[in-house]
């Protein structure tokens, strides 16, 4: 008998194959697998939480799983988009399950967390896009855990009216959004997305609480440039975004977006350059940097440097 098993990423099957080059020296990461990273796994597989960590294959899973930072991912393991350069799995999801925030709450709670990444499938299948599975996820979280500060890292809520609303009004500590690429690449790096839509839910939330802080990351390697990637930034700075991260793009599979190429770690520096001239409150930018990667020293970093900027003000 032959077990035909559901292509992780059916919408990308008959996508012709691109080689995947050897990544250079500043992108190998060695294999960490202490202690803690598996009592991190075996967590998040008691509580049957699925993590963006393992399910985006993060190449910096065992650095932050042996601190026992791992990001949550909500609203089941399947996703209803199909971005060309995400390896998270595609298709029709489960119903939500109305146990998940406290499972979260419950896993936050024994991983000590002072500060929890929080992140999402898209759910377009659903009336509020999820907006509201979301929010009592932050308010499970803040209720077993006081004193944990909570980011959530949303989808775009596309063509669900004002659902973002029920997320802002939970407060979360940083609400984060990623415009992932540049305004040109949206067609096929995030087909199902907008540019203009993602940057005013970013503005909506600084709107709706500027107590929030606000965060955005990109990936390079995908085919912009300098030019465009500066565009971004002041687009990004236009919509009162706080803190951005800036990362390389890694290809999951031969079926995914090809590399166009590595960015130095000199290129880096001269984005985190860039981006702090442009204002924003806090930056971070390095080939491995990805939006949750050293969440809990940035969301530190991003206080102190707002009370820095009021205290110049004052
Ligand atoms: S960088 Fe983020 S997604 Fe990657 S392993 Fe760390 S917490 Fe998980």
Redesign the pocket.
């Known amino acids: 008998m032959t077990i035909q098993l559901r292509p992780r990423h059916p919408e990308k099957a008959r996508k012709a194959d691109s080689a995947i080059p050897r990544k250079p020296h500043w992108i190998r990461r060695k294999k960490v697998e202490s202690a803690e990273y598996y009592e991190t796994r075996r967590l998040m597989r008691d509580h049957n939480l699925a993590?963006?960590?393992e399910e985006?294959a993060?190449?910096?899973?065992?650095?932050?799983?042996s601190k026992r930072?791992?990001?949550m991912m909500i609203m089941g393991e399947v996703c209803t988009r199909g971005c060309s350069f995400c390896n998270v799995a595609t298709g029709r999801p489960d119903a939500l399950d109305a146990f998940e925030p406290g499972r979260v709450a419950v896993a936050v709670k024994k991983l000590g967390l002072r500060h929890v990444?929080i992140t999402s499938v898209d759910r377009d299948d659903l009336a509020d896009g999820g907006a509201a599975h979301i929010a009592q996820t932050i308010r499970a979280v803040r209720h077993q855990n006081q004193g944990t500060t909570v980011e959530v890292l949303t989808p775009d809520f596309l063509g669900k009216g004002n659902a973002a609303d029920i997320v802002f009004e939970a407060a979360p500590d940083v609400f984060n959004h990623n415009l992932e690429t540049v305004p040109h690449l949206y067609p096929t790096v995030r087909p199902g997305a907008r540019y203009y839509t993602s940057l005013r839910l970013l503005h909506d939330a600084k709107r709706a609480n500027p107590e929030i802080f606000t965060k955005s990351g990109l990936m390079v390697g995908l085919g912009e440039t300098l030019n465009d990637v500066k565009q971004v930034m002041d687009d990004l700075r236009a919509a009162q975004v706080d803190f951005l991260t800036v990362g390389q793009y890694l290809q999951p599979t031969a079926k995914h977006h090809p590399i166009d190429r590595f960015w130095s770690p000199e290129e880096f520096a001269q984005l985190e350059r860039i981006a702090r001239s442009k204002g924003f409150l806090h930056v971070s930018a390095t080939p491995?940097t990805?939006?949750?990667?050293?969440?809990d020293e940035d969301f530190a970093a991003l206080k102190q440097a707002r009370q820095q900027a009021l205290a110049n003000r004052a």
Do not use: D, K, M, Y
């Open positions: 993590t963006v960590c985006a993060c190449p910096n899973i065992g650095e932050c799983w930072h791992a990001t990444v491995l990805r939006s949750s990667f050293h969440a």
